[in-house]
């Protein structure tokens, strides 16, 4: 089955340490999006990557950072430098521009501890 | 701005209606979507409108658009306990990016 998936569900991280969430998709979407979920905000953009080897800071990307080096792969990397990384992320892609449907993974829960 | 706003919660009694709202700034906007996400989990599309329709029905949804007052609102029928979710609006912008309200997170009682 096609889909879209996230590992792992729940992240631990001590402080000042980086962490990779992993966002793996075999639907051959072309477009793959980052967004964090906090209680009351909403979604919020992070980076986005419309194709292989190119990708774009969404509202909040300072202390994250991504690469799309496969089509199928986008890792998000939250590094030291993001002062309150607990959060939801959810991971989502499209099949190329976002007047489609979006699909998403089941999200991954990084907590620091 | 960039703002997509909706109110936090909604609680309904089972076999009422519910209707969720959410007003939106990008007049440019091509489609308006609606998103259920369960909890712990992503987010899954419901239903969408493209930006120069006023309606859409589909089975216990009906999706209204006034375009003018930049307002989306999603109407469930018949409302049972499973329908207890978030709800996420969200609209296209350049075609490249898509913004998501805050979310209404809809509590449904017998």
């Known amino acids: 089955d096609g889909g879209i998936t996230q590992s792992p569900k729940y992240l631990f991280r001590k402080e000042g340490q980086n962490v990779t969430l992993s966002c793996e998709q075999n639907?051959?979407?072309?477009?793959m999006y980052w967004y964090r979920q906090d209680p009351g905000q909403g979604l919020r953009l992070i980076y986005y990557?419309?194709?292989?080897?190119?990708?774009q800071k969404g509202d909040i990307a300072e202390g994250y950072s991504v690469s799309r080096e496969k089509k199928e792969s986008f890792p998000l990397t939250v590094t030291s430098a993001q002062k309150n990384p607990t959060a939801f992320y959810l991971c989502?892609?499209?099949?190329?521009?976002?007047?489609?449907?979006?699909?998403f993974g089941q999200g991954t829960r990084l907590t620091v501890v | 701005g960039e703002d997509v706003e909706q109110s936090l919660f909604l609680s309904v009694r089972e076999g009422d209606s519910s209707v969720i709202n959410c007003t939106y700034t990008d007049s440019s906007s091509t489609y308006l979507y609606w998103y259920k996400q369960e909890p712990g989990a992503g987010l899954q599309l419901l239903t969408y409108?493209?930006?120069?329709?006023d309606m859409k029905q589909d089975q216990r949804l009906t999706v209204l658009l006034n375009k003018k007052d930049k307002h989306l609102s999603l109407r469930i029928a018949d409302t049972q306990t499973g329908d207890s979710a978030i709800y996420f609006c969200?609209?296209?912008?350049?075609?490249?990016?898509?913004?998501f309200g805050t979310g209404t997170r809809l509590q449904v009682f017998p």
């Open positions: 409108i493209f930006s120069n329709m």
């Open positions: 990557s419309q194709i292989v080897n190119d990708f």
């Open positions: 989502a892609s499209t099949h190329g521009t976002v007047n489609t449907e979006a699909f």
């Open positions: 639907l051959n979407h072309d477009a």
């Open positions: 969200a609209e296209s912008r350049r075609a490249d990016k898509l913004i």
